[in-house]
């Protein structure tokens, strides 16, 4: 949501999102097929529970706060 937010106030006039379903059937929203080039972790999204990709670090390092 942050990365949305910030677009807007950016001035985006709209953005994307991909949407992966998790092993677990939970819907999540990633671009890759793999958790592997964008968090600390590694796998396929379809094969990852909701939990295992909850956990995982996607950016903590952008945040400022």
Known sequence: MNAFESGYEM???WVESDVK????GAFVLIH????DRTTDG???V???SLSYIAGLDAGSWF???
């Open 21 to 24: 379903v998790t092993a677990d």
């Open 11 to 13: 001035g985006a006039n």
């Open 63 to 65: 945040d400022q706060k």
């Open 32 to 35: 890759d097929e793999t958790v």
């Open 46 to 48: 379809s094969e990852s």
């Open 42 to 44: 590694a796998g396929t």
